[in-house]
């Protein structure tokens, strides 16, 4: 089945500067790919999801590219604020196999004022 | 409109026990998946229901069931719960099946076994 390693597991930034992470998957078939952000006792709430027919994909600060040859997509926020403190989860799926998503292991992002 | 709504916020259970943990979706949506979020685990995919029927599940023993009625409600069930079974139980509500459609997260069930 899919698998889906996600780097690092924890990152600290200034606000304003930028922060970046990273996921693999194993599943070639695999063209979904969202990422979540799960605040202290909330849910994990989407944020941006990317479809394998794209490399890139932004609204507004965030982005996500995809590199399907190399099986890799990354997630990026510009202009960090203290808001953006939260665990972040990259997950993957496969609509037209078994469907289910498969989480990365998430990344404690913290913004230092 | 309300959000996924998900009851207990809390519980505590011993060894041994049952438990069944509530799901009311998003007004509309149709389908429920239930996820498992441990820290040493992560985020699980347990099952998923449409139209009261399973259409997905995930690698979980047999001890853990669902269902979903006719009004989109769905419950979990867990028998003869084991220590390894604390966890925040998730429920995600979509307005179709598969993962295409947007799920959204309730707040989650906090389990412990004692």
């Known amino acids: 089945g899919e698998n889906v390693e996600q780097h690092p597991s924890t990152l600290s930034v200034q606000e304003g500067d930028s922060a970046v992470i990273k996921c693999t998957y194993s599943?070639?078939?695999?063209?979904?790919f969202p990422w979540y952000k799960q605040e202290l006792g909330k849910g994990p709430q989407l944020i941006i999801d990317?479809?394998?027919?794209?490399g890139e994909k932004k609204d507004q600060r965030i982005a996500v590219t995809l590199n399907k040859t190399a099986k890799h997509f990354s997630l990026h926020i510009t202009e960090t604020q203290p808001e953006d403190s939260a665990v972040y989860f990259c997950a993957a799926s496969n609509p037209f196999g078994n469907e289910k998503l498969t989480f990365g292991t998430g990344t404690r992002l913290t913004i230092i004022p | 409109k309300a959000g996924v709504t998900q009851t207990p916020r809390y519980l505590i259970k011993t060894r041994g026990q049952q438990v069944t943990l509530s799901c009311s979706p998003i007004s509309g949506h149709r389908s429920v998946s239930w996820y498992q979020q441990t820290p040493g685990q992560g985020l699980q995919f347990l099952f998923e229901y449409f139209s009261e029927t399973q259409r997905n599940k995930g690698n979980f023993p047999g001890r853990f069931s669902g269902r979903q009625f006719s009004n989109s409600r769905s419950e979990m069930n867990v028998s003869t719960l084991e220590l390894g079974d604390s966890a925040l139980y998730l429920c995600?509500?979509?307005?179709?099946?598969?993962?295409?459609?947007?799920?959204?997260f309730g707040p989650g069930t906090r389990l412990t076994v004692l």
């Open positions: 990317i479809r394998s027919n794209v």
């Open positions: 599943d070639s078939a695999s063209n979904y």
């Open positions: 995600a509500s979509s307005l179709g099946p598969g993962t295409y459609n947007e799920q959204f």
